[in-house]
Every structure is written in C-alpha cells, then in structure tokens.
C-alpha cells in the first residue's frame, strides 16, 4: 500500500512539472521568438519597410479588415503566449523552421498564397481572426 502511495505522488509530481515545463517553456518560446524575428528585422533595417509594406498593400488591408473590428473580449487566443501555444499544436518545429528559412529568403505570391491556404487549413477562423489581432497590436508597437 505505501509502494502505490509513493508511485501515485511520484506521477502527481512529474505531471505538475511537465505541465509546468510546458507551461513557462511556450512562454519563454514566444518571447525568444518575437525577439529572434524584432532583432533579425531591426538590424536588417527592415522593421520599418515591412510595417509599410503592411500598412500600403490593400490585400494584405483586406486581409486584416476583419481584426480590427473584432471584439477582442470573445477571441479564443488573447496572449502571444496562447497563440504561439496554438501554432505549435497545429504547426510542427520542422514546419515552423521552413516557413522561416522561405520567409527570410523572400517569398513568392503563389508560396505566400500555399503558405495562406496551409494557415487557414489548420486554423479555426476564431483562431485566425485572434492571430490576426495580435499581429496588428505587435506591428503598432
């Protein structure tokens, strides 16, 4: 009785910490992130060119009309942490590192639209839209 007492607690522990790890690491994974990608584009000088290329092109306007009037109190992601949570459910690493090295290379407008479908393919559209809003908060900053 004492030996499945003792395994019990064990397994209660090591389940505390692993979701703890998990928890703290999807935080530590989205800060690093965001740093990784602000740094890469502060120091290319290219921070300001994409927030322009952002704001004049009116597809990618289009795109994000839906997000700035949604009502943020009803979306599903509401930290970075949550979103990169859910982008790591639906996204592998190796997926991730991909659409990095394309990104980062330049793109395509038929690679960015079979990256768009793939998005949208994997994605609710309430997951979508928050992730829609968070980018706009992040390129207001």
Do not use: C, H
Not at 20 to 28: D, E, R, V
Not at 40 to 45: A, I, K, V, W
Not at 48 to 64: G, R
């Amino acid at each position: 009785m004492k030996f499945i007492k003792r395994l019990l607690m064990t397994v209660v522990i090591l389940a505390l910490l692993i979701g703890a790890a998990y928890y703290f690491g999807t935080n530590w994974i989205a800060d690093k992130a965001m740093e990784q990608v602000t740094t890469q584009l502060e120091s290319n000088g290219q921070l300001d060119s994409v927030k322009q290329e952002i704001t004049s092109n009116p597809d990618v306007q289009a795109y994000l009309q839906d997000a700035k009037t949604a009502d943020r109190s009803k979306l599903p992601i509401q930290t970075k942490e949550q979103a990169t949570r859910v982008v790591l459910k639906k996204f592998s690493v190796r997926e991730l590192q991909d659409i990095q090295k394309k990104a980062q290379s330049g793109m395509t407008a038929e690679e960015q639209q079979q990256l768009l479908q793939q998005v949208e393919s994997r994605l609710t559209e309430e997951e979508l839209l928050s992730l829609k809003v968070l980018a706009l908060d992040e390129l207001s900053k």
